[in-house]
């Protein structure tokens, strides 16, 4: 006799992929595995005078239990930052805080997801997207992608092959896996067919700050006029993860079923943390910290890209995106990413293989590279190494993808 | 056209409870309605101590993404404090640190119940783990309880009957919402029954530590000799609410399924937060923060039922418990509290009608008192008006229920 679980439970197990960020954490390893941010960036001096100042003047508060929407003030500044940078009309009432974009995920799976339903997604897509859906069951439809983003013409076929489209999940700007970001054009033309259906959009957008060149794009909801785009947002890479501060913004009525829903999953997202945060906001500037991590970031990538054009095989591909914290590379056909990266892990490198960000499995062939969690030289030194290893797989004649 | 949630989204609306504990926050209002420790206990002096000495020796670490299980000694000092106070045999290993035990329901929910398994729950019980795990559209299947705790005949019985028992949630120690603590042998009894199945059991304790008088009785964990009691702690009513840090303990492989699918849901509970608590309990003392509380609310619990006494119809019975945050009251047969609450509003007093904690309803007749969160002369005023209100509704000749 032994306990039952639920049947969603045959979803969930140790990943390998789980394994190998277990093996990054390691620190004699040079990690492109995480989308950590780098720790050494995070205002830890300007963070103390903010706690203090939290405790000092709304100390009972901070610390006691709190309105499951959040902290008014710090949706009013939410709302004020994304009317201003990307074309958004929101209001306090329109923006829900939650604990991390990654419960917003999994609310949206509770709240619009029976089993069996159909969630499209950009292929590739985030992993951690595919983890807090699946749990609901639902059957993932890759839409084809490419490099401006989700192609529009394959995503009405599937809206109209399927018989019960419930979600489409869409990361436009500098995308997890790919670092790739949506067109304006590309961006209009998904609203148009979005906006003849009534098909919740998670715009998810926790990287669109961190823009190295380029100008930023309108944001998907920009162009809802049906209140179906509900746009994730996040401090974890502009500010730090670890306080677990996000948000959600979207239809008012909408955002009502998030409450009720995150109500039961958490009460609220920690009361010290929204303080902290809305603090922040006011007693220092968060443009000028953010303006700071892009200059280190893109620093970073432009090393990274400069060391994979010069080690890597010439067969390997890869993105250079305008901000964010990842490229993507595709090997030739039949080289498998994860037999690459155990034996680079050998040689004590890492990164993420790529067939992890497609819900239905295949593209051995692909990996992703992260570039903000590692000083420079390490980058360099780095891809150097995952240079010599991807030598050992693939014969310099081979002919790219 | 509109848009199409997932079914369970039926069972998600605005409740009358939500209704009345928003009027209940007014300042002008005296409320027995929530369980809001008071705010006046809170040790934010120390707290500010605390937030500094993190950022400064940790400030990296506490802003950083970490673990899903948590902060290893923050888990090592909790298995600690249990098996000196509840007889467990806890390791480090045996901790996960949860966003509030609110979490822990929802996600022991989507880990046990498919739809339409079973739950077996106190009659009456806790609203929030109704509210949790609901969610999985499970059966709530109430089971006989008197003033020792659960019925272990009719929980007998009861697991023989159904066919597909998947949980078994109960608060033995100062229930939410009676006040009610189960007897040492009640335990033994449940534990003897529950050794002989593999049903999970959660065992939820977040008010244990507030005994007034009395001795504490072992927890069900020290029966369990075949690990289905996984036990919910937290920091909430103990510290403070606002952190939303809290753990589960149990069985090292169970609680693996718990780490996968927290992990799903929001990747760790705040960095910041653990390390804050972890190191309170460094600086400073807890038992001697817990013994202040013990005393404040241990008198106001003595004021609301002196003038319970006082003031009620003598027709209204009321549980006297021996800690925690509340006390239950019964009012003859026919008498509705929701009426009672209405017209106590009208008159600046509110509490929670007690059918709330009934997950397949009835039982109108009942209530739930809190007395944490107001100071005793207001607890004797808004007991007095309540008085006033209920001989409104109850003739005095009228016979106990």
Chains 1, 2 share one sequence.
Request: charge should be negative; charged fraction near 25%; aromatic fraction near 8%.
């Amino acid at each position: 006799m032994t306990m039952k679980f639920a049947e969603r439970m045959e979803l969930f197990a140790a990943s390998d992929i789980q394994e190998i960020l277990k093996v990054t954490a390691r620190p004699e390893i040079i990690s492109f595995g995480g989308g950590l941010p780098a720790p050494e960036l995070f205002p830890v001096e300007k963070m103390k005078e903010v706690s203090c100042k939290v405790l000092e003047e709304n100390g009972t508060k901070a610390l006691q239990y709190f309105t499951t929407e959040g902290l008014p003030s710090l949706r009013e500044k939410i709302a004020e930052r994304s009317n201003e940078r990307l074309g958004t009309s929101l209001e306090m009432e329109n923006v829900v805080i939650v604990t991390g974009s990654q419960q917003a995920l999994d609310l949206a799976g509770k709240i619009f997801l029976n089993e069996g339903d159909v969630v499209l997604c950009e292929s590739p897509t985030y992993v951690g997207a595919i983890d807090a859906l699946k749990a609901y069951q639902p059957r993932f439809v890759e839409v084809e992608t490419d490099d401006n983003g989700m192609v529009v013409e394959d995503l009405e076929k599937k809206i109209n092959e399927e018989k019960n489209v419930k979600l489409i999940y869409v990361t436009p700007d500098f995308q997890n896996p790919t670092g790739v970001t949506w067109s304006e054009e590309r961006r209009r033309s998904f609203m148009e067919v979005v906006n003849q259906h009534s098909i919740p959009v998670l715009e998810d957008n926790p990287y669109g700050e961190l823009r190295f060149e380029g100008t930023t794009p309108p944001a998907l909801k920009s162009f809802d006029n049906k209140g179906n785009v509900i746009m994730l947002g996040s401090f974890s890479k502009v500010l730090c993860p670890g306080m677990r501060v996000a948000w959600i913004s979207g239809d008012k009525d909408l955002l009502m079923k998030f409450v009720f829903v995150k109500q039961a999953c958490d009460i609220h997202t920690s009361s010290k943390s929204q303080y902290e945060i809305d603090t922040f906001l006011e007693m220092f500037d968060l443009d000028e910290h953010i303006a700071e991590l892009v200059k280190v970031y893109g620093q970073r990538k432009d090393v990274m890209l400069k060391a994979m054009e010069e080690f890597f095989p010439s067969s390997v591909e890869f993105t250079n995106p305008e901000g964010g914290l990842f490229t993507w590379a595709v090997m030739p056909e039949g080289i498998d990413a994860r037999e690459v990266v155990m034996r680079a892990i050998e040689k004590k490198v890492a990164f993420v293989p790529g067939d992890a960000f497609y819900p239905n499995g295949g593209h051995p062939n692909t990996m992703r590279l992260n570039y903000s969690n590692m000083p420079s030289e390490k980058i360099r030194e780095g891809i150097k190494i995952l240079g010599e290893v991807l030598a050992e797989f693939i014969p310099e004649s081979m002919p790219a993808k």
